[in-house]
Nanobody, 126 residues
């Protein structure tokens, strides 16, 4: 069993920054890719960023490229999302996701992930 807990969300003005964290517990030894998705009201969940097991490869949605940075600390079983130059359109509930090592599937598809956190709200005021 795996549990993921996000933190770091909140209210920020446009142009500001936030850092999200997601810590895992349980069967963390088999963590593969870790990712962030988000869901705005009335919209479908969308991919934000992903990082490989080693941290050597990172992937970003075009809408956040150059503004967001994903990283991970395997010793702490934690993935981070540093968000800068925030815009009103970044307002959403942000979810972290993990897939088990060796699992295939596209990194930007929610169905490729095995475990999900409960989400943390990010609100950007314009």
């Amino acid at each position: 069993q795996v549990q993921l807990v996000e933190s770091g969300g909140g209210l920020v003005q446009a142009g500001g920054s936030l850092r999200l964290s997601c810590s895992g517990s349980g069967r963390t030894f088999n963590f593969g890719h870790m990712a962030w998705f988000r869901q705005a009201p009335g919209k479908e969940r969308e991919f934000v960023a992903a990082i490989s097991r080693s941290g050597g490869s990172t992937y970003y949605a075009d809408s956040v490229k150059g503004r967001f940075t994903i990283s991970r600390d395997n010793a702490k079983n934690t993935v981070y999302l540093q968000m800068s130059s925030l815009k009103a359109e970044d307002t959403a509930v942000y979810y972290c996701a993990v897939r088990e090592y060796g699992q295939g599937g596209l990194y930007d598809v929610s169905g490729s992930y095995d475990y999900w956190g409960q989400g943390t709200q990010v609100t950007v005021s314009s």
